[in-house]
């Protein structure tokens, strides 16, 4: 089992930048593909980026393709979610998940491919 822990979310105006994070616990991190997602006020929470077990793969949400970059470091249980060109319909709480996968350049993007869940973190984005 896994523990995900969010943080880095903040108040940015339009046109800045915020980078999170997700500290997982646990010496098995490799073995999990990773994703965010995000959920605004009464929205279905939806998919924003995923990433492989070795970071070789990755996978956008048309709305932050260019603009958004995921990436993890393994060493640090860790991964990276850096957010450009900010716009106000960013504005949501970012949940980041991850699920045990055999396959190493699996990136999953469905909420029901992930087992495992943060408590989110929010990021406002002030026009």
């Known amino acids: 089992q896994v523990q995900l822990v969010e943080s880095g979310g903040g108040l940015v105006q339009a046109g800045g930048s915020l980078r999170l994070s997700c500290a997982a616990s646990?010496?098995?991190?490799?073995?999990?593909?990773m994703g965010w997602f995000r959920q605004a006020p009464g929205n279905e929470r939806e998919f924003v980026a995923g990433i492989s077990r070795n970071g070789g793969s990755t996978r956008y949400a048309d709305s932050v393709k260019g603009r958004f970059t995921v990436s993890r470091d393994n060493a640090k249980n860790t991964v990276y979610l850096q957010m450009d060109s900010l716009k106000p319909e960013d504005t949501a709480v970012y949940y980041c998940?991850?699920?045990?996968?055999?396959?190493?350049?699996?990136?999953?993007?469905?909420?029901?491919?992930?087992?495992?869940w943060g408590q989110g973190t929010q990021a406002t984005v002030s026009s």
């Open positions: 646990g010496r098995t991190f490799s073995r999990y593909a």
């Open positions: 998940a991850a699920d045990d996968v055999w396959t190493t350049g699996m990136v999953l993007t469905a909420i029901s491919d992930y087992d495992y």
